[in-house]
């Protein structure tokens, strides 16, 4: 990587001391695992916005559309003084080239999703959004976004996870200059993660590299970074993976040793009938593809979206 991933994180998740009781939500693998590999951009949009450590709770009410921000039990009205902070934070954040960020759930200031609205009823719907999310979602639709709670499902880490590499690895083909031979070289290397997602959406995106020459090279990339975020927040599955698995296989199968391509099928079932994690078939194509010098194959992101330390295959 040309630059640090850097991802902004509500701080509180990194153990800051900046919640409405004065306490935090350290999370272990934020910060002793991936942070080893990411920068961290630490935002408390409560804190950063002017309010005070220890303060009164606040909650969404009104229009679930366009919710005010107020506190729980006197009323007082923050969603000017929240919405003007976020606005000037988009704009401070906009020459960092973030690539993700993670959010505290719940929270009416950084929730995602799911944030309970109060109505004229007194009861809550889990239906809004913090406000400072809210504003981020709008001014970066692009860069990938999840909840510290999300982040439990081991699914939901590893394509958060996967969509923040791809992206760096998207922006340091942009720092190259965009060419569409760039861009070529940049899709057959993603071929099969991208397959893994969404065959569809993959088929889409080829078209658009096939049609480079009728367009400017700024709208070719606006839109294939667009269809590759979109097609990586599809969730793979068990089935599109194996396929792509077996699919990796028929590149070198006839050099393989009757052993060993019975070894490799048998493995690949027994991670379609959902027996074994897919970093075990992962593992042993990867081996084959180094012993046999697969040199397509050992190109493929598939095989290493991100490190291997982070463990995020071990579980799904």
């Known amino acids: 990587m040309s630059e640090p991933i850097r991802i902004l994180v509500s701080s509180c998740l990194l153990g800051e001391k900046v919640r409405y009781d004065g306490g935090h939500k350290r999370e272990g693998y934020l910060v002793e695992t991936l942070g080893r590999f990411v920068e961290w951009v630490p935002v408390c949009p409560e804190v950063d916005c002017g309010l005070p450590t220890p303060r009164e709770a606040m909650r969404l009410v009104g229009n679930p559309a366009s919710p005010r921000l107020v506190t729980s039990k006197t009323g007082v009205d923050h969603t000017e003084q929240m919405s003007e902070f976020a606005r000037k934070k988009m704009k401070e954040l906009e020459p960092l080239n973030l690539c993700g960020y993670i959010c505290k759930k719940d929270s009416p200031s950084s929730g995602m999703e799911r944030v309970k609205v109060y109505g004229d009823s007194g009861i809550p719907a889990k239906v809004g959004a913090g406000v400072f999310t809210k504003a981020f979602l709008d001014h970066f639709p692009l860069i990938p976004v999840e909840e510290e709670g999300r982040l439990n499902d081991p699914l939901l880490r590893e394509m958060f996870v996967s969509r923040v590499f791809t992206l760096r690895r998207f922006r340091d083909l942009l720092a190259k200059g965009k060419t569409r031979g760039g861009l070529v070289t940049f899709h057959t290397d993603h071929k099969l993660l991208l397959l893994s997602h969404d065959r569809k959406g993959y088929t889409e995106m080829g078209r658009l590299v096939a049609a480079a020459k009728e367009m400017t ?48 099928l048998e493995v690949i079932t027994r991670y379609r009938q959902k027996l074994i994690p897919i970093v075990v078939p992962v593992t042993l194509t990867g081996h084959y593809v180094r012993k046999y010098r697969v040199s397509y194959l ?15 295959r071990n579980h799904v």
Do not use: I
């Not at 050992?298 to 995020?312: A, I, K, N, S």
């Open 298 to 312: 050992e190109r493929q992101v598939f095989l290493h979206p991100h490190p291997v330390e982070l463990m995020l």
């Open 217 to 264: 090279p700024s709208v070719l990339y606006d839109r294939y970074q667009a269809l590759l975020m979109e097609v990586l927040s599809t969730k793979p599955t068990v089935k599109k993976s194996a396929d792509v698995l077996l699919h990796m296989m028929g590149h070198f199968k006839k050099v393989l040793t009757s052993d060993e391509k019975q070894e490799l």
